[in-house]
């Protein structure tokens, strides 16, 4: 079965610092990897996936993410926080023909201004 | 344009009724999803119907049952509700076929079970 592990509860950072939010996986086979934001009340958005080709993906708002597979990791980063990027990041994993999503418990990032 | 809409937002309800939240989306997607989020906010699936069949159906009580009329609607109807109910559920769905894979969510419905 497909896992996800974000090992910090809260990453909090300064404004206009570069931010980095940790996730590693745990799948059979090629692992589809996603990234999800949630702001308060709000549902979850998607920020950027990989599935294959580039190691290095690019998604919404200028955040980015490196697939490594040989650490199983897919960690977010984004070059400048800023304070609206205070949310809840979710990483994600599917294997290769199940559609089963398996979330991480989440992220909490605090930008202080 | 709503992506993937939820009814209700909120609901809030006694201890052993019976109560029904409803999806709809208008991306075409072929694969819908129930979640539920807990206080912790961990997120879990439930349900995943794709074109109108069940594909997931996880370890939930018998007393969730998922419903999808068309591919493009899921309700979730919930008899008997308990105080561990109490939770945000969660709508999404996805188009698998055409290699997007993400899924979109909806906004949410906040149920408390008083």
Known sequence: AQSV?????????????PLTVKCTYSVSGNPYLFWYVQYPNRGLQFLLKYITGDNLVK??????????????SFHLKKPSALVSDSALYFCAVRQYGNNRLAFGKGNQVVVIP | DTAVSQTPK????????????????NLGHDTMYW???DSK???KIMF????????????????????????AHLNLHINSLELGDSAVYFCA??????????QYFGPGTRLTVT
């Open chain 1, 5 to 17: 592990a974000q090992p910090e509860d809260q990453v909090n950072v300064a404004e206009g610092n």
């Open chain 1, 59 to 72: 998604g919404s708002y200028g955040f980015e993410a490196e697939f490594n597979k040989s650490q199983t």
């Open chain 2, 10 to 25: 909120y609901l809030v309800t006694q201890m052993g009724n019976d109560k029904s939240i409803k999806c709809e989306q």
């Open chain 2, 35 to 37: 979640y539920k989020q």
């Open chain 2, 41 to 43: 906010k961990f997120l």
């Open chain 2, 48 to 71: 995943s119907y794709n074109n109108k069949e069940l594909i997931i159906n996880e370890t939930v009580p018998n007393r969730f049952s998922p419903k999808s009329p068309d591919k």
């Open chain 2, 93 to 102: 769905s996805s188009q698998d076929g055409t290699g997007t894979y993400e």
